[in-house]
């Protein structure tokens, strides 16, 4: 197994380093769920779908993402609160290139 870390500040503005492990498959929602840093019920609604944007976040460091597919760009041109760098956390998945990645979650809507 092995881990890359990932720090991800909160929506208390609550930094948080955590490892990742980039041989489940999981992304960055999943990430975030399962160390608890928002409350059950506010992120991860749709289930990874890109269809609620409960999983937003911002992209803080300057990793170069996959593209956004298009449903993934619907959802954003949606959302609520919306940056030049959104993502959609649930779209991002954990690979050894994104060691380092910082993002933020986006407000609660
Ligand atoms: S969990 Fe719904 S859009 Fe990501």
Excluded: W
């Excluded at 992120?43 to 609620?52: K, L, N, Y």
């Excluded at 409960?54 to 993934?72: A, N």
């Excluded at 940056?83 to 050894?96: A, M, P, T, V, Y």
């Amino acid at each position: 197994m092995t881990d890359i870390k990932i720090t991800i500040i909160d929506r208390q503005g609550v930094k948080h380093e955590v490892d990742a492990p980039t041989d489940m498959n999981m992304n960055l929602m999943e990430i975030v769920r399962s160390y608890e840093l928002a409350p059950e019920g506010t992120i991860g609604i749709c289930g990874g779908m890109a269809m609620c944007a409960s999983c937003q976040c911002y992209v803080l460091s300057d990793h170069e993402l996959p593209e956004m597919s298009y449903d993934e760009d619907l959802m954003l041109a949606e959302a609520y609160n919306v940056k030049e760098n959104s993502r959609l956390g649930c779209q991002i998945f954990i690979k050894d290139e994104l060691n380092g990645l910082e993002v933020e979650l986006a407000p609660e809507v």
